[in-house]
């Protein structure tokens, strides 16, 4: 038998996260059990990075040479969130590699100070056209990164 060990993840709070973008909960978020069901939140956590992006300039969906695909994602929940709540999304970078990018999110009830849940995924920056790894990230996305790490 194998035993997993991990370190105990926790929940972190407002200081650790570099910007903030609000989220309207939805009454189609919450599942039967009345609190908003676990694949939403990988949803808010993509809304939330690719919106700043978007905002800053960093990131053109639609005539942008260069695309953002996700290959790893993962979230731990330390408390219910549920419609009607407005949530307010915590984002940072944790790691920026040449082609490669870890954002890093927390999800918070309007005022309160640690996260209800804390995620990551992973971005690989591709061509838009034959999908392989750029060489380096495209200046102006990195430095809109940088300001989040």
């Known amino acids: 038998m194998t035993q997993i060990s ?3 993840i926790e929940a972190q709070s407002r200081s650790t996260f570099k910007v903030f973008r609000r989220i309207d909960t939805r009454w189609m978020d919450n599942d039967v059990y009345g609190h908003v069901n676990n694949v939403v939140y990988y949803s808010w956590f993509d809304s939330a990075v690719n919106a700043h992006l978007i905002e800053q300039g960093a990131l053109d969906i639609h005539h942008g040479e260069t695309i953002g695909l996700v ?11 549920s419609f009607p ?7 940072r970078v944790a790691r920026i590699g040449a082609s490669s990018v870890r954002y890093e999110v927390g999800l918070f009830a309007q005022g309160e100070e640690m996260c209800a849940a804390r995620g990551h995924f992973v971005h690989v920056y591709v061509n838009k056209l034959n999908r392989r790894p750029v060489e380096a990230l495209p200046l102006n996305l990195k430095t809109v990164l940088e300001k989040l790490l």
């Open 71 to 81: 290959i790893e994602t993962q979230c731990n929940y330390f408390a219910p969130l």
């Open 85 to 91: 709540q407005l949530i307010e999304a915590g984002i």
């Open 6 to 8: 991990q370190a105990r």
